[in-house]
């Protein structure tokens, strides 16, 4: 009761005549075949070498199967390798390696030649013959390792890159409070390193404890402020109410440390001393509330105050170990004089930083004489002597206008240059004229 279906009526359609493609071993090549019918066979002779190169033999057998050319490569065979040598070639360096005669498409393995070639590698070489031809791979060739010794290649480096591979590269360790930047890298066996250990920030705050590092003194609780601060960098210290900081904290290497001897938070000094200071600025004692290390007493022009140093929360005259002002005598004295002025033939150094109402007598020189001195005053020089060429003096001054003569010099233009200094003679004569002198 079955239907069986006849195929042998079906028949495969012919071949056409053309070029068809065709693959033996790693070359290809265009073949030219007849018209055939559907099963119908064509031997190329010498096709093997047409399609692979020259390095293959026999002939190809082309089957038509329904319109489409199949070509059989089963009969071409590849040329074996005789005994010879061949090139192998690792970086930039070429050597000529020995090998053994070989059938086609088998290999052979030349050990340790890498060195051979390149004494920067190591490992096996490998040898193909494949239609007669040798072929080198150099693949299995690894590169030197290298062995970097970190901290001498990088300063304060911990190690981490013992053992490096070729091409590879590698990012040290760093000591405490370093942070790598840039890396080490091993080529062939040699290394090259871009790589720094760069001290690190201070990122936290210090803490609380750190800070009381003594007894003598009361920081501030909290120094938020001082987080992320640069290495080598300072941070204020906080200090409690009435006391003032006379250290910093500094940033080393991620570290804060107190910069500073102790005591390093000292009491302000609040209270200005209540003392009469004769020839004082009215005044002068507010710049010297809530100061940190004292301040100096502002006096009236020719007189000179002394200096306030702020101890323990008191003032003290001059140092620690002075008088409380109370008990100092006098805070504004006669202001003492500076440089002595430029004389001419003269020198004045001796004369130089005189006291109040203290005079000196400069030397002349080039064969000059001298005449008057030098005075101070209020922290001014009025007395100005001159250096005279011999034969030449001044008069007595003589009535309340206060006019020099001089007379004996050699010409008009050496008198000129004298008469240069007739006001800071006048200035000296205004001084003496008030003391009868």
């Known amino acids: 009761g079955g239907t069986v279906l006849d195929l042998t009526g079906c028949t495969g359609k012919p071949c056409a005549m053309g070029a068809v493609d065709v693959v033996v071993g790693r070359g290809s090549g265009s073949i030219n075949v007849q018209a055939m019918a559907h099963g119908g066979m064509q031997?190329?002779?010498?096709?093997?070498?047409?399609?692979?190169?020259?390095?293959?033999?026999?002939?190809?057998?082309?089957?038509?199967?329904?319109?489409?050319?199949?070509?059989?490569?089963?009969?071409?065979?590849?040329?074996?390798?005789?005994?010879?040598?061949?090139?192998?070639?690792?970086?930039?360096?070429?050597?000529?390696?020995?090998?053994?005669?070989?059938?086609?498409?088998?290999?052979?393995?030349?050990?340790d030649f890498c060195s051979i070639v390149d004494?920067?590698?190591?490992?096996?070489?490998?040898?193909?013959?494949?239609?007669?031809?040798?072929?080198?791979?150099?693949?299995?060739?690894?590169?030197?390792?290298?062995?970097?010794?970190?901290?001498?290649?990088?300063?304060?480096?911990?190690?981490?890159c013992e053992n490096i591979a070729s091409g590879e590269s590698c990012v040290p360790q760093c000591g405490f409070g370093f942070a790598a930047q840039g890396e080490i890298t091993c080529t062939l066996g040699l290394v090259s390193s871009t790589a720094t250990c760069a001290p690190m920030g201070c990122a936290e705050p210090p803490s609380f404890q750190m800070l009381a590092v003594d007894t003598s003194?009361?920081?501030?609780?909290?120094?938020?402020?001082?987080?992320?601060?640069?290495?080598?960098?300072?941070?204020?210290?906080?200090?409690?109410?009435?006391?003032?900081?006379?250290?910093?904290?500094?940033?080393?290497?991620?570290?804060?440390?107190?910069?500073?001897d102790a005591p390093h938070c000292v009491p302000v000094c609040a209270d200005v001393p209540q003392v009469m200071v004769a020839n004082a600025v009215q005044g002068w004692a507010a710049g010297c509330r809530a100061?940190?290390?004292?301040?100096?007493?502002?006096?009236e022009p020719g007189w000179q105050g002394?200096?306030?140093?702020?101890?323990?929360?008191?003032?003290?005259?001059?140092?620690?170990?002075?008088?409380?002002?109370?008990?100092?005598?006098?805070?504004?004295?006669?202001?003492?004089?500076?440089?002595?002025?430029?004389?001419?033939?003269?020198n004045v150094s001796?004369?130089?930083?005189?006291g109040h109402d203290e005079t000196c007598v400069p030397s002349c020189d080039g064969g000059t004489v001298v005449t008057g001195e030098f005075r101070c005053s209020f922290g001014r020089v009025v007395g100005v002597p001159a250096c005279l060429p011999p034969g030449v003096e001044t008069e007595r001054v003589m009535g309340a206008r206060g006019q020099v003569v001089a007379s004996g010099f050699a010409s008009a233009t050496e008198a000129r240059s004298w008469g240069t200094r007739a006001e800071a003679v006048l200035v000296e004569v205004a001084a003496r004229a008030g003391t009868g002198q």
């Open 291 to 299: 100061v940190e290390k004292g301040c100096d007493v502002q006096c």
């Open 43 to 111: 031997v190329v002779a010498d096709g093997c070498v047409a399609a692979g190169g020259t390095g293959f033999e026999g002939s190809l057998v082309m089957r038509c199967d329904a319109t489409e050319v199949v070509a059989d490569t089963s009969a071409c065979l590849g040329k074996p390798c005789a005994v010879s040598t061949v090139d192998a070639t690792l970086a930039s360096t070429t050597t000529s390696v020995p090998s053994p005669a070989l059938a086609h498409n088998t290999t052979a393995t030349l050990e």
């Open 217 to 260: 003194y009361r920081a501030a609780a909290g120094h938020s402020h001082c987080a992320n601060t640069p290495h080598n960098d300072t941070c204020a210290l906080k200090c409690k109410e009435g006391y003032s900081a006379l250290s910093e904290l500094h940033c080393t290497a991620g570290v804060f440390r107190l910069q500073g």
């Open 350 to 354: 001796a004369c130089d930083s005189l």
């Open 306 to 346: 002394a200096a306030l140093a702020c101890c323990a929360g008191a003032f003290r005259v001059g140092t620690c170990d002075g008088p409380t002002p109370d008990a100092a005598g006098p805070l504004c004295t006669a202001a003492s004089c500076g440089a002595a002025p430029i004389l001419r033939n003269g």
């Open 119 to 160: 004494s920067r590698f190591t490992g096996n070489l490998s040898v193909e013959c494949f239609a007669g031809a040798l072929i080198v791979d150099a693949t299995a060739c690894v590169g030197l390792p290298c062995a970097a010794d970190v901290a001498g290649l990088v300063e304060n480096g911990a190690g981490g």
